[in-house]
């Protein structure tokens, strides 16, 4: 039973909840867990930080997260690393055997056709993973380039071709990218247009702020799908959620 838990209206898990995880120690996480793994859906093992931790590190890792249900996937950019080597096939066998049970197809620092982006879609679906996109750019000139309609058609697009969630790009800082000025606040017209064109149960926004957070609870709702959470702000997101901390209390 939580503490008080007569305060609570809700038993239900409010949106999913992707946490970056940059290496965090497996003792650590033992803990970390106890305290806040039932909030969390999918963790990313960001970038290409799995490629320089052992081995056996990251399958105690990845046998901690599924102890609570959690799953996890390597970030897009060993993806990327590997198709641009010729390498998929050898990188989905390498994520099979680690464990993990998803895996995310980007494009942020190279370019896939959409006939590349849809043949590995459906590799990685045949091969059993949960597979998530992404839609955006690393490179701040690069991103600006997509305009929003792109965004909008290859976000439907995917869902189409059988991706099981699209991640908006945010970055791990949340500025300059996708729907966030150079301030780290939201473009409110793109944001406006953008979610009366997708199916926001199947889109994941990176929000790795507390006031984009807060944003996109308080115009979208609690059950908003968030993605790039810090490990340490997941018990903050989960107030924010359920209208627990001054942001929202009494808005949602």
Do not use: H
């Not at 909840?17 to 305290?35: A, N, S």
């Not at 970030?75 to 895996?103: I, N, P, Q, W």
């Amino acid at each position: 039973m939580r503490a008080f838990e007569f305060l609570r209206e809700s038993k239900e898990k409010l949106g999913i909840t992707m946490v970056l995880d940059k290496g965090l120690p497996p003792e650590f996480l033992r803990d970390y867990l106890r305290v806040c793994g039932e909030y969390i859906t999918f963790v990313k093992f960001g970038w290409g930080t799995s490629a320089v931790i052992d081995r056996d590190i990251v399958k105690e890792k990845i046998k901690i997260y599924k102890k609570y249900g959690i799953k996890t996937y390597p970030g897009g950019t060993l993806f990327e690393v590997a198709y641009s080597k010729g390498l998929f096939e050898e990188y989905l066998r390498e994520c099979e055997e680690l464990g993990f049970e998803t895996v995310e197809i980007s494009d942020g620092s190279i370019n896939l056709s959409l006939e590349e982006r849809e043949e590995v879609i459906r590799r990685a679906k045949e091969r059993g993973f949960t597979v998530l996109t992404e839609v955006g750019k690393k490179s701040v000139e690069m991103d600006r380039k997509i305009t929003l309609e792109e965004r909008i058609e290859l976000i439907n697009r995917d869902i189409d071709v059988g991706a099981d969630y699209v991640i908006v790009e945010g970055r791990e800082s949340g500025k300059s990218i996708g729907l966030f000025d150079s301030k780290g606040n939201v473009k409110e017209e793109e944001f406006k247009t953008l979610i009366n064109s997708i199916p926001l149960e199947k889109v994941i926004f990176e929000a790795p702020q507390k006031n984009q957070q807060v944003y996109f609870i308080l115009n979208i709702g609690p059950d908003v799908n968030l993605g790039n959470i810090p490990y340490e702000d997941v018990i903050s997101l989960e107030t924010l959620r359920r209208g627990l901390r001054g942001d929202t209390f009494g808005k949602v």
